[in-house]
C-alpha cells in the first residue's frame, strides 16, 4: 500500500467494526463443532436477518416450489452453506448500504454487482475441481467492500475521484489509482482489520491483478472473471466501457466454458437483479 493510502486510512478514526453476526459466522466457520444448530441460533437473535433470510429464500433467485417458512427449514432445503452465504452477504448490507449516492452507484446497485459476482465466482469454483464454490462465493461478495467504504467513509474524494474519471476519460479504477486511494487497498486494509482469512484479504487486494496473490492467484482469478462477466452483462454497478471479457491464463478456460459460464448468468440475471433489489429495499 502506498504511504498516501495508508495515511488517508489511518486519519479516519471510525472505520467500522465487523458486524457481529459477521464475525460470528465466519469464526464459526473455521471451528470444527459448526452445526446447523449453531448456525440458527445466531441468526435468530437477529429477526430483521431471519426476515431477509426468508424473504430471499422465497424469491425467484431460488424458485422453490415449497415456501420456506422458518430458518430451519431453510437450513434443510437450501443446505448449510448456502445459508451461511445468505447470513455473510445480508449482515454486510445491513450494516453498509444506507446513504450511498453517487452518479452511477448506490447502496442497491453496488450490492447487486456484489451478490452477482459472488454468484458467478460460485459459477466458476463449480467448474474448478481445485476450488471451494461456497468460500468463491464469500471472495465474491467482499471483493469490492473498498468501494463501499469509499462511498460511506470517503464520499468527497469519490467525488475528486469521479469528477477524475469525467475529466481524463480514465476508468474509475484508474481514477482511483491516480488518485491514491485504490479500492482495493482500502478493502484490503478494512479485511486486516477485521481479521478476515488470507484468501479473502488477497481476493480482495488483487482481484484485478490476480497476478499479485501470489498463492491464491486462481482464487483471484476465479473473481476477476466473475466481475468481467457481471460487468460485460450489466448486471447492478456496472462499468460503461466493458467492451470484451479478459480471461486469466491460470483459470485454463477456453472460450466454451467462458461462454456457458455467460449464459448460465444470464439466465439468473433477472433473478439476481429482482431477488436482491426486493430484499436490499425492504
Ligand atoms: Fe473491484
Ligand atoms: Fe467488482
New binding site residues.
Partial sequence: MSELVAKRLENIEDLPTIPNTLQRVLTSIDEVTTSAQSMEEIIREDPVLTAKILKIANSPYYGLATEVSSIARAVVILGFDEVKNLVIGLSLTGAFSGGIHFPGMDGTSVWI??FA?AQASKLVGEIMETLDPDELFTAGLL??IG?VLMCLYFPEELNEIIALQDEGGLSLNEAEKNFGLPHTEVGAYLAKKWNLSDMLLNVIRY?HHPQGAGHYETEAAAVFLA?EL??ALKIG?HHDDQKKILVPKCLNFGADTVKLLAKKLKEQRDAIEESWRDVLTS
Fill in positions: 454487482h456484489s459476482v471483493h469490492d468501494r482481484h466481475d457481471c460487468h454497478f
